[in-house]
């Protein structure tokens, strides 16, 4: 039924597109590979991201670093150049900020938009930006939940020394996940969960994610397929309830908490992400947010911290697996700045470490957990690379072909760390030019960028610090990459973790 729809539209919107082509004016968009442009998307709408990276790799090496594909009446442009991702999130920033409308799926999720992740450019997204960066994010903020990230590192290091003298093998990303959920729940709601309650965040939080993608059946003509597909609007509707079910008695507690303990004037509690949403004004709309979308920000940030931090643990230490002299040579670094006998790796400590922070960045460049940054839309009719983009087209930028370009990177298919070493750095930050951009760049990069580098750092750092990391017999590290929420190992990381 889902595939005889997509033809019967797919037909219909190219007929009326390959006309318009015909007898339109405008400059010229950037290429698209197919003679009826919706037709030629059906393979890859079909399998989903995978399908869709795949086709884009193949497409751009025929026909260059900017193209375009027709997946509704409007353009889609994919570009897969760093010089000219510098060129339109950087120096022309203000035109490329904005954010196409959410899908009908999308709606429920981010509450209309009211995220910042998809947020519409403009003043209610600056004010939940500003109040993510400058309460939650703020470098002395930051810091006082240091014993947070001591808590995670021992709840790792326990469950990792549990299976040191065992012959199985563990599970890598497991643990990891578990982990930043405890992490970023203790930072959302601001209290330690009990290890129900995180499992129980991290089920309602995966489910959402993990199956996201098997409803974008229901943002092709909502109005048909929710009669078409009443059980899967359903489905969907199910697993948004039991995440507000999970989340809201959460976000009630802390505010009982925070109104008791402004009666009584102490000071002493540490400010989490829930407190700074409880009395958040939006300029435009000139009222408080409401439940709903507390419940999307709180989904925001937990996703934000989790499965993409986890992720990428997770590719580090698995090219440290397959790369032994790699792995030695950081635990070199980490001895020679820490000493022999220390216990745990402190988070200035981390900061001295060259070697570990280029490990870290060839980690991010060779295994960005998102091949792609979510969709820019443009606020005016511009031109990028001597093609036009038309106002309210979507542009998409490939994290990963731009910091695998073989004109940039050698050998970039190759972990080597030792090409960050070097006295020329690279800003991932994208402002002086953009060589990778696992964060995004611009206006819209991701908020968490420095607290990202402080984890990635730091539990990097303590995890080679206290055992060595071995590949086991008949679970050799395999690099094969599949598409979930993030671009995961497709054979999850299996090793062992013998204690130092």
């Known amino acids: ?32 590979p197919n003679f009826l442009p919706f037709l030629g998307t059906l393979r890859w709408l079909r399998q989903g991201f995978t399908g ?7 497409v751009h090496h025929r026909l260059g670093p900017i193209i375009s594909l027709r997946v509704s009446s409007r353009p889609a442009i994919f570009v897969a150049n760093g ?27 981010s509450s209309n938009q009211h995220v910042i992740t998809s947020g519409i450019y403009g003043a209610t997204w600056r004010t939940l930006r500003r109040n993510l960066t400058s309460e939650i994010l703020h470098p002395s903020r930051v810091r006082s939940y240091s014993h947070a990230r001591r808590w995670v590192l021992e709840i790792l290091s326990d469950r990792f020394r549990k299976h040191g003298s065992e012959e199985e093998p563990i599970v890598v990303v497991d643990h990891f996940h578990y982990a930043m959920f405890a992490l970023l729940a203790l ?67 802390r505010r009982k908490m925070v109104e008791e303990e ?15 949403l409880l009395d958040l004004e939006l300029p435009e709309e000139k009222r408080k947010l409401n439940e709903n979308e507390i419940i999307s920000l709180c989904s925001e940030f937990l996703n934000g911290g989790t499965d993409t931090t986890a992720t990428t643990l997770q590719w580090i230490m698995a090219n440290l697996v397959k790369n032994p002299e790699i792995q030695e040579r950081l635990y070199q670094e980490i001895k020679g700045v820490a000493g022999e006998e220390a216990k745990e790796i402190e988070e200035e400590e981390a900061h001295k470490m060259p070697y570990l922070k280029a490990v870290v960045l060839e980690g991010l460049r060779r295994h960005p957990p998102g091949h792609m940054v979510l969709p820019h839309s443009v606020t005016e009719d511009t031109v990028l690379g001597g093609y036009k983009i038309p106002k309210k087209g979507t542009v998409n930028f490939m994290v990963a072909e731009i910091g695998r370009d073989p004109a940039v990177w050698d050998e970039p298919m190759a972990f080597k760390p030792e090409r960050f070493m070097g006295e020329e750095s ?28 402080l984890h990635l750092e730091y539990y990097v750092a303590n995890m080679v610090r206290e055992f060595e990391w071995k590949e086991v017999k008949g679970c050799e590290v395999d690099l094969a990459e599949k598409v979930e929420f993030t671009v995961v190992m497709k054979h999850p990381l299996k090793a062992r973790a013998v204690p130092r």
Not at 5 to 28: D, N, T, W, Y
Not at 88 to 108: C, E, M
Request: hydrophobic share 45%; with cysteine.
């Open 426 to 453: 690279v800003d991932i930050t994208g402002s002086r030019g953009i060589k990778m951009m696992p964060f995004g760049a611009g206006r819209r990069i991701c908020p968490g960028i420095g607290l990202a580098m």
């Open 52 to 58: 869709l990276n795949i086709y884009l790799r193949s």
């Open 83 to 109: 010089s000219l991702a510098h060129q339109a999130l950087v120096l022309n920033g203000a035109v490329f900020a904005d954010r196409p409308p959410a899908a009908p799926t999308s709606k429920i999720t």
């Open 187 to 253: 930072m959302c709601f601001g209290d330690k969960l009990d290890e129900e309650q995180i499992k129980e965040v991290g089920y309602v939080q995966r489910r959402m994610l993990l199956n996201f993608s098997r409803f974008n059946i229901l943002n092709l003509f909502p109005k048909l397929t929710k009669l078409i597909f009443k059980s899967k609007w359903e489905e969907f509707l199910q697993i948004r309830r039991e995440q507000e079910d999970v989340l809201l008695p959460l976000i009630r507690a």
């Open 1 to 32: 039924m889902e595939i005889w729809l997509l033809i019967l539209v797919s037909l219909s919107v190219s007929l009326l597109l390959f006309r318009g082509r015909k007898s339109s004016s405008l400059p010229q968009l950037p290429p698209d």
């Open 262 to 276: 402004r009666k009584e004037e102490n000071k002493d509690y540490v400010q989490s992400y829930v407190d700074t």
